[in-house]
């Protein structure tokens, strides 16, 4: 079964950095596209984050572009996303999926109906 298993959240102040890890099994990691997407309170999940299936191209967010970088490494089934400059606006629960397609967003994009439980991110003085 399809398990998606997200960690390296925390507390951290503006201007810093944290490393966010998906772990992945259950399916063939290498063979998909991965996303990140975040959902702060009130607010609809957003896709901020893609990368192609052996890594070579990335896409990102404006909101996010410049500051975050994802990364795979698919001896690991294990995805990344490297968060620097962080701001009070990316206070979010942040989710990782595959894809069948590059930064989609689309729910028909996704090739599984499952979502981890999320890593928390608070960005706070």
């Known amino acids: 079964q399809v398990q998606l298993a997200e960690s390296g959240g925390g507390l951290v102040q503006p201007g810093g950095s944290l490393r966010l890890s998906c772990a992945a099994s259950?399916?063939?990691?290498?063979?998909?596209?991965m996303s990140w997407y975040r959902q702060a309170p009130g607010k609809e999940r957003e896709l901020i984050a893609s990368i192609t299936s052996a890594g070579g191209s990335t896409k990102y967010a404006d909101s996010v572009k410049g500051r975050f970088a994802i990364s795979r490494d698919n001896a690991k089934n294990t995805l990344y996303l490297q968060m620097n400059s962080l701001k009070p606006e990316d206070t979010a629960l942040y989710y990782c999926?595959?894809?069948?397609?590059?930064?989609?967003?689309?729910?028909?994009?996704?090739?599984?109906?499952?979502w981890g439980q999320g890593t928390q991110v608070t960005v706070s003085s």
């Open positions: 999926n595959a894809d069948y397609s590059f930064y989609s967003g689309s729910h028909l994009s996704r090739p599984f109906d499952y």
């Open positions: 259950g399916f063939t990691f290498s063979s998909y596209y």
